[in-house]
């Protein structure tokens, strides 16, 4: 009994330092494996059309020419307006977080003659506004810089591409007659495709609508504001805030305190809009990832490979999952993370109760 104990203990403990040992090496190889993950993440986006095309009769050669095309296009757009905007902004910065600095003071003696005394260095000590427009200005700083691994990105999809067309015939090769596992496997992925596809399109809109909102309300930066929301609304929770205070807070600096209000408006109606109509109409009961795993994953994989991490947290917590629910072992790890069994359990609770009334 005390050396199965002890073999037990082993195990788990050499399963815990093979973890940590990963994560390390993951976190070492942050510049080699953010450019793949990207690379992942765009040929997911791609692949429903490059299937499209080889469906309506168009050669592999030419279906992949004109998907390749189009990935060109929109990523030397992106580069474009993200390196414009985010060079004159980062000149502008500290011009933007003096100003800041003032109006907080001034908004302090207001409140000072109307017999309201805050202590004004006490707060900026703790609370500094100005951070939220670096934040942004990091985070977009950060993308641009994985952007100049272009090239490796690029050649990394055409391949993964090429391979997308005979993976399900090698994967059904390798498990063999395991087909439950190979069905399993292609609708968990088909799901995870479904998830990325949908979410860029919404991602899309609101950026769009974002950066016409503040145009119209005559904000600095419109685009470079769009290009954020765009990339933070992939990320869960949080992403949509992160992205609405830099804008708000340039909108109050640049114009006032009324024009902050509505910028911060737009973005409430917007994210209302997506997230409580047109994402559950899309999306149905989503991934099945419980609440705090979402939260978890988030700041786990924003740690180990930076904003990008962030942006893919839930795609590569789903292909985490997948490997979990693979495996009889280690299914159980799956079942914690998954949303469904809590809501039976507390479905379950309800009929009790009710039985019980």
Same mark, same amino acid.
């Given at each position: 009994?005390?050396?199965?104990?002890?073999?037990?203990?082993?195990?788990?403990?050499?399963?815990?330092?093979?973890?940590?040992?990963?994560?390390?090496?993951?976190?070492?190889?942050?510049?080699?494996? %953010?450019?793949?993950? +990207?690379? %992942?993440?765009?040929?997911?986006?791609?692949?429903?059309?490059?299937?499209?095309?080889?469906?309506?009769?168009?050669?592999?050669?030419?279906?992949?020419?004109?998907?390749?095309?189009?990935?060109?296009?929109?990523?030397?757009?992106?580069?474009?307006?993200?390196?414009?905007?985010?060079?004159?902004?980062?000149?502008? +910065? #500290?011009?933007?977080?003096?100003?800041?600095?003032?109006?907080?003071?001034? $908004?302090?003696?207001?409140?000072?003659?109307?017999?309201?005394?805050?202590?004004?260095?006490?707060?900026?000590?703790?609370?500094?506004?100005?951070?939220?427009?670096?934040?942004?200005?990091?985070?977009?700083?950060?993308?641009?810089?994985?952007?100049?691994?272009?090239?490796?990105?690029? $050649?990394?999809?055409?391949?993964?591409?090429?391979?997308?067309?005979?993976?399900?015939?090698?994967?059904?090769?390798?498990?063999? #007659?395991?087909?439950?596992?190979?069905?399993?496997?292609?609708? %968990?992925?088909?799901?995870?495709?479904?998830?990325? $596809?949908?979410?860029?399109?919404?991602?899309?809109?609101?950026?769009?609508? %974002?950066?016409?909102?503040?145009?119209?309300?005559?904000?600095?930066?419109?685009?470079?504001?769009?290009?954020?929301?765009?990339?933070?609304?992939?990320?869960?929770?949080?992403?949509?805030?992160?992205?609405?205070?830099?804008?708000?807070?340039?909108?109050?600096?640049?114009?006032? +305190?009324?024009?902050?209000?509505?910028?911060?408006?737009?973005? $409430?109606?917007?994210?209302?809009?997506?997230?409580?109509?047109?994402?559950?109409?899309?999306?149905?009961?989503?991934?099945?990832?419980?609440?705090?795993?979402?939260?978890?994953?988030?700041?786990?994989?924003?740690?180990?490979?930076?904003?990008?991490?962030?942006?893919?947290?839930?795609?590569?917590?789903?292909?985490?999952?997948?490997?979990?629910?693979?495996?009889?072992?280690?299914?159980?790890?799956?079942?914690?993370?998954?949303?469904? #069994?809590?809501?039976?359990?507390?479905?379950?609770?309800?009929?009790?109760?009710?039985?019980?009334?």
């Amino acid at each position: 009994m005390e050396k199965e104990n002890y073999a037990g203990m082993l195990k788990y403990l050499v399963v815990g330092a093979s973890f940590v040992i990963i994560i390390a090496g993951m976190k070492a190889a942050q510049t080699i494996l %953010v450019p793949f993950l +990207l690379s %992942v993440f765009i040929s997911i986006i791609c692949s429903p059309l490059l299937f499209w095309l080889r469906r309506k009769g168009f050669p592999m050669w030419a279906a992949l020419a004109s998907v390749i095309a189009i990935v060109l296009f929109a990523g030397a757009l992106f580069i474009l307006l993200i390196s414009a905007s985010l060079n004159d902004f980062s000149q502008a +910065l #500290p011009i933007y977080q003096e100003r800041l600095q003032e109006k907080i003071s001034e $908004i302090t003696v207001l409140l000072e003659r109307s017999g309201i005394t805050l202590p004004h260095k006490k707060i900026l000590e703790y609370i500094d506004p100005g951070a939220a427009i670096s934040f942004a200005s990091n985070i977009l700083s950060g993308l641009g810089n994985v952007f100049s691994n272009a090239f490796l990105i690029f $050649i990394t999809v055409i391949f993964i591409l090429l391979e997308a067309a005979t993976f399900h015939a090698k994967l059904s090769h390798i498990l063999g #007659p395991l087909k439950n596992n190979i069905d399993f496997f292609k609708s %968990v992925s088909e799901n995870v495709n479904r998830y990325m $596809i949908i979410k860029t399109w919404i991602s899309l809109s609101v950026g769009f609508l %974002v950066t016409v909102w503040l145009a119209i309300l005559g904000v600095d930066y419109a685009i470079l504001w769009g290009i954020l929301a765009f990339i933070l609304n992939f990320v869960p929770v949080i992403g949509s805030i992160l992205a609405s205070v830099p804008a708000i807070l340039l909108a109050f600096i640049q114009i006032g +305190l009324l024009h902050a209000l509505l910028a911060a408006g737009g973005y $409430i109606v917007f994210n209302i809009l997506m997230e409580n109509f047109i994402e559950p109409h899309f999306m149905g009961k989503g991934l099945g990832l419980s609440t705090l795993i979402i939260f978890l994953s988030l700041v786990f994989w924003g740690w180990v490979l930076g904003p990008v991490g962030m942006v893919l947290s839930i795609p590569l917590t789903m292909a985490v999952k997948i490997a979990f629910s693979s495996s009889e072992e280690t299914r159980w790890i799956g079942t914690l993370m998954d949303s469904e #069994p809590i809501k039976e359990l507390f479905d379950n609770d309800d009929k009790d109760q009710d039985a019980a009334g």
